[in-house]
């Protein structure tokens, strides 16, 4: 590893030296980390209830959602309805009535206190110690005239999060004639989950912003010929324990360094990078211990005489640039996942990419694959189904790639590498951001000095 105070200066673009000084600078969320501010979360997921919700709950049709919440098997959207510190089970009610949704806890003693404090229910029923739970549910339906109850059951996990035996219980407290009021949550959760308020895309674009620094100073440690993509990646876990951020998926996998042939989502290897190579970092950070970002940078190690990539590299660089830049003009409102996929497809296939099995993006947030519209089944050998149906509406945010994939030999073998300029954009009233300026040229790193 070399000093990154000194590093690419004779090759690097002015506009690259600019971010890299910027990487320097402490960003608002390490700012914010290392001040004790306190989490801006918490009046962020009321204003989700009270200006999401209602519009979700009509969506779906329901007039009332239960969330049970406890420790060690927790419901996924725990954090989402205040019961993330559940010990005891407990249950949180919501209720649709004229546009406007009034909520219930209904907890053990235990937490109770702590979850008055939290401030985000209406009201909150404390149970006698050793009642029933599903009884005192039952019971706050009936009072309330519940007539479809949206429950956590679905295919999709983000909305599965009742269990076999809980739904029986609720079954068996509501009685007869109730299991047909039991409706999936499946289209609440979605609905309600991929539109983002604006405080919360201020917060992603400030994520963002820190990724990039981070990619780029990681970049400064590359020394080909000596750099393995594992050093890479462990520099970068370095700087995330250093500033206090998470993971925004799977902490093996992220990030992942490829400076070789193409491996999709995976780990770092011990790969050594060389003269020639193209390397991607994917990599993403968890900030508040609530929203994700996900990006992509991509840099060339120049051969000795070289002060540019080849023809061939700068070719499949801007394909990969420009089919970026046609899929943000194609997100829009009410367009569809799959019509916004095919943009994409048609502009690779015409400028002689081979085709690739990722879609094109998906939406990010809470998770780095959150939930919504997916950007994907535009293949024209594919029906589009599921996600890619959904249509697009203001405040969703994609992470989503411009691809160029192409042939190559690696150790002997037949073997693809793909660029996947990957970037974060908003969907607005009139069309879509970006949510920081988008690499618009390869980082470029000298042979070994």
């Known amino acids: ?76 959207l725990a954090l989402h309805v205040g019961g993330e510190n559940a ?3 407990a249950a949180f009610l919501f209720f649709l009535n004229e546009g406007r949704v009034s909520s219930l806890a209904i907890t053990p003693p235990g937490e109770a206190t702590a979850l008055q404090e939290v401030g985000l229910h209406d009201a909150c029923q404390v149970l006698e110690r050793d009642a029933n739970l599903w009884v005192a549910v039952a019971a706050a339906l009936r009072e309330r005239g519940a007539t479809a109850v949206a429950v956590n059951s679905s295919g999709r996990a983000v909305a599965d999060g009742l269990s076999h035996t809980q739904r029986r219980e609720l079954e068996a407290a509501l009685g007869a004639g109730w299991p047909g ?21 201020a917060i992603m674009r400030d994520a963002a912003r820190l990724t990039e620094q981070l990619l780029l100073e990681a970049y400064t440690t590359v020394v080909p010929g000596r750099t393995t993509d594992a050093n890479v990646a462990r520099f970068l ?22 400076s ?59 394909n990969a640039v420009q089919g970026h830049r046609r899929v943000l003009a194609a997100l829009r409102p009410g367009a569809r996942g799959f019509e916004v996929d095919r943009v994409q497809r048609e502009w690779m296939a015409a400028q002689g990419s081979l085709p690739v099995p990722w879609g094109t993006g998906h939406p990010v947030g809470y998770w780095a694959h959150d939930a919504g519209p997916g950007l994907t089944g535009g293949q024209p050998d594919r029906t589009p189904a599921g996600d890619a149906l959904r249509a697009l509406a203001p405040g969703m945010v994609f992470a989503y790639d411009g691809f160029f994939c192409w042939a190559i030999e690696y150790q002997g073998r037949p073997a693809t590498k793909t660029i996947s300029v990957e970037e974060m954009a908003v969907v607005t009233a009139t069309g879509a951001e970006y949510l920081i300026p988008p690499q618009a040229a390869l980082i470029l790193i000298p042979p070994r000095r």
């Open 260 to 318: 070789g042939p193409d491996r999709g989502h995976s780990h770092s290897t011990g790969k050594i990078i060389m003269p020639g190579d193209v390397i991607q970092i994917d990599f993403g950070i968890l900030v508040h211990g609530v929203w994700c970002s996900d990006l992509q940078r991509f840099a060339y190690v120049l051969r000795e005489g070289e002060t540019a990539p080849p023809p061939e590299i700068r070719r499949y660089w801007q």
């Open 87 to 89: 010990g005891g089970q």
């Open 181 to 201: 009021r039991l409706v999936s949550s499946e289209e609440l959760v979605l609905t309600w989950l991929a539109v983002k308020l604006p405080e919360e895309i």
């Open 237 to 258: 876990k370095g700087r995330m324990r250093e500033l206090g951020v998470g993971d925004a998926w799977a902490p093996d996998q992220n990030p992942n360094v490829n």
């Open 1 to 76: 590893m070399v000093n990154r105070a000194h590093c690419f200066r004779p090759v690097l673009p002015c506009g690259l030296l600019i971010l890299l000084s910027l990487a320097a600078s402490v960003s608002p969320i390490a700012a914010a980390a290392s001040e004790g501010a306190a989490n801006p979360w918490p009046a962020i997921r009321r204003a989700r209830v009270e200006r999401l919700l209602p519009a979700a709950m009509q969506a779906a049709g329901a007039d009332a959602w239960v969330v049970i919440c406890r420790e060690n098997a927790n419901d996924p």
